[in-house]
């Protein structure tokens, strides 16, 4: 499974962006619950945000809660992560990543459940 992450910029506090990760047209997307994690300078990744198979259950980390969005099209083979009202602590290259996984529920905020990822974007925010 070969993903593409993408929309990474930079951008002013209470600004917004759009991160796309695409797979690869062998993939289909719909077998996997996808994720977005995060990973500032000297810090740990981080969970973000997850979506299920079908899109309809997600779960987000709670300082984004209210502000990202994730969203998905099977039918285009890709994720997405609206985010709105940047912070400065947003900032970080975000990566998406594929869990194969039929099982749904918190345990899918974990990383190490993930089997593939894409190669990160980077987000910026500053004045």
């Known amino acids: 499974v070969q993903l593409q992450a993408s929309g990474g910029g930079l951008v002013q506090p209470g600004g917004s962006l759009r991160l796309s990760c695409a797979a690869s047209?062998?993939?289909?997307?719909?077998?996997?619950?996808m994720g977005w994690f995060r990973q500032a300078p000297g810090k740990d990744r981080e969970f973000v945000a997850v979506?299920?198979?079908?899109?309809?259950?997600?779960y987000y980390r709670d300082s984004v809660k209210g502000r990202f969005t994730i969203s998905r099209d099977n039918a285009k083979n890709t994720v997405y992560l609206q985010m709105d009202s940047l912070t400065p602590e947003d900032a970080a290259i975000y990566y998406c990543?594929?869990?194969?996984?039929?099982?749904?529920?918190?345990?899918?905020?974990?990383?190490?459940?993930?089997?593939?990822w894409g190669q990160g974007t980077l987000v910026t925010v500053s004045s």
């Open positions: 047209a062998r993939t289909s997307i719909s077998r996997y619950n």
């Open positions: 990543a594929a869990d194969p996984s039929i099982t749904w529920g918190p345990s899918r905020t974990n990383w190490k459940v993930y089997n593939y």
């Open positions: 979506i299920s198979r079908s899109g309809s259950n997600n």
